[in-house]
């Protein structure tokens, strides 16, 4: 016998699918992917925050991320490698509960829950149709090409004037902003919840990790929210100027008469 026909590999896969299919399985799996979803946001909020630095700190930041494609790219697709699975899981065991009890209750007012708990699956969908359109806006350039066409006077893709020209508009900034309130609401139960998912009972220690879910979910909201609403109160981005606002020549490197840094690099037919 080979060890391709080894009986034992059968048995691992069927008792890996198994346990994938097990309702304790697909939890665990699913706290686990949020957990990872956790950490990424709160290090990406580390990122975002540093708009509250100025433009040289924040491209710097994101050249050096660029810079690196052996780990950038892993990491993308580690990220949605995760997220897939997270929203998989969400949906398989969404159908699950609904086919082990087809019959609603005669009430849907629910005996110790959150609005939160209840309407995991809205917020969860909310979050997403609102990552489609963050990448759209600022990963691909797909619905502002001109913001995401700037250079700073270093020749660095601009992605401080970037945001701020994005946020500068009330709608846009508006939006992200509600977007992380729900954002806050997914969080303020998934955090407390995966714990019990991996296994916690201590009725003490559910309690510490629930509240410190709202903590998690509060922190993450707030750091992300501050950036748009520091745009539209003109802390962040006051020395970018306007697209519309002409201002004095720059050059091809991105230089005002008299060498002060100009910002964004505009060229002929446009922003470069």
Not at 222 to 237: H, K, Q, R, S, W
């Amino acid at each position: 016998m080979t060890p391709d026909q080894s009986p034992e590999r059968p048995c691992l896969l069927a008792a890996a699918r198994g346990f994938v299919g097990s309702s304790v399985g697909a939890k665990a799996l699913m706290a686990l992917s949020g957990l990872g979803l956790i950490g990424f946001l709160v290090v990406h909020m580390g990122g975002n925050l540093q708009m509250h630095l100025g433009p040289e700190p924040m491209n710097a930041y994101a050249k050096a991320l660029k810079g690196q494609p052996l780990v950038l790219w892993p990491a993308r697709l580690g990220l949605l490698g995760m997220f897939l699975l997270h929203v998989g899981l969400a949906f398989h065991l969404n159908a699950k509960n609904a086919k082990a009890r087809p019959i609603a209750y005669a009430s849907d007012r629910a005996v110790a829950s959150t609005w939160a708990s209840r309407h995991m699956l809205l917020t969860g969908a909310l979050v997403l149709a609102f990552l489609g359109y963050h990448l759209a806006h600022f990963t691909l350039g797909l619905t502002h090409a001109d913001h995401f066409a700037l250079v700073d006077a270093q020749g660095r893709h601009d992605v401080y004037a970037m945001v701020v020209h994005g946020f500068r508009s009330p709608v846009v900034a508006g939006s992200y902003v509600l977007a992380m309130f729900v954002l806050a609401l997914h969080l303020s139960h998934g955090f407390g919840s995966l714990w019990r998912s991996l296994g916690t009972s201590s009725p003490a220690l559910v309690d510490a990790l629930r509240k410190a879910g709202i903590a998690v979910a509060l922190a993450i909201t707030l750091g992300f929210a501050t950036v748009p609403i520091g745009v539209v109160a003109g802390t962040i981005g006051r020395e970018v100027p306007r697209l519309d606002a002409g201002g004095p020549p720059v050059t091809e490197l991105g230089a005002a008469p008299g060498g002060r840094e100009a910002g964004p690099v505009r060229v002929a037919g446009g922003v470069r």
